[in-house]
């Protein structure tokens, strides 16, 4: 079966750093891209970038709000991929979502990041 | 980028009748490659959301097949042909053909009468 088991997370002070990690299983990771989206409490799903495979050349693209202050990348030996948060405000507290980039057929299960002074 | 925009934002529905939710584009989600890349999603209260159809009518695997996506172009749909108590949570359409490489709806709620 595959499952995507999300790790990291917690409070932190505005203008902190946090490492989110999502451990892949069931699947080639390698060859998939992976994305990251996340949810303001009580608010929709937000598009937050995503990480091609090695073999399409491993770039990664975020959104416009996270751009410069987050980096995605991944350990294709660990099977895992890692969401590194610097800057953090308090407009970044949201569950944060991996989930795989063929149009989000798989989804880790979530883990909060609060932001708060 | 492009907008999705759903309707309505709340759904109460009986038990065992039809539900129809509304998913509008403000651009083609046609691809270059030919496929549409329309997606649904159900949220269930304090879950993930668990991806229902994709490629605008394909069911995944679990589904049941009361859940029916249709729609091309712009204007899509989600169907619960009778909705049962499991279907409660928000649903939300996911666009993966443009610019930012996925943007979702706003969300509908379903809820039970």
């Known amino acids: 079966d595959v499952q995507l088991v999300q790790s990291g997370g917690g409070s932190v002070r505005p203008g902190g750093s946090l490492k989110l990690s999502c451990a892949a299983s069931g699947f080639s990771f390698e060859y998939i891209w992976m994305t990251w989206v996340r949810q303001a409490p009580g608010e929709g799903l937000e598009w937050i970038g995503r990480?091609?495979?090695?073999?399409?050349?491993?770039?990664?693209d975020y959104a416009a709000p996270v751009e410069g202050r987050f980096t995605i990348s991944r350990d294709d030996s660990k099977s895992t991929l890692y969401l590194h948060l610097n800057g953090l405000t308090t407009e970044d507290t949201a569950v944060y979502f991996c989930a795989s980039d063929d149009d989000g057929a798989y989804w880790g299960q979530g883990t909060l990041v609060t932001v708060s002074s | 980028d492009v907008v999705m925009t759903q309707s309505p934002l709340s759904l109460p529905v009986t038990l065992g009748q039809p539900a129809s939710i509304s998913c509008r584009s403000s651009?083609?989600?046609?691809?270059?490659?030919?496929?549409?890349?329309l997606s649904w999603f159900q949220q269930r209260p304090g879950q993930s959301p668990r991806r229902l159809i994709h490629?605008?009518?394909k069911r995944d695997s679990g589904v049941p097949d009361r859940f029916i996506g249709s729609g091309s172009d712009t204007d899509f749909t989600l169907k619960i042909s009778r909705v049962e108590a499991d279907d409660v949570g928000v649903y939300y359409c996911?666009?993966?053909?443009?610019?930012?490489?996925?943007?979702f709806g706003q969300g509908t709620k379903v809820e039970i009468k």
């Open positions: 990480i091609r495979s090695k073999t399409d050349g491993g770039t990664s």
């Open positions: 996911m666009q993966g053909t443009r610019w930012p490489p996925w943007t």
């Open positions: 651009e083609s989600l046609l691809h270059t490659d030919g496929n549409t890349y």
């Open positions: 490629k605008v009518s």
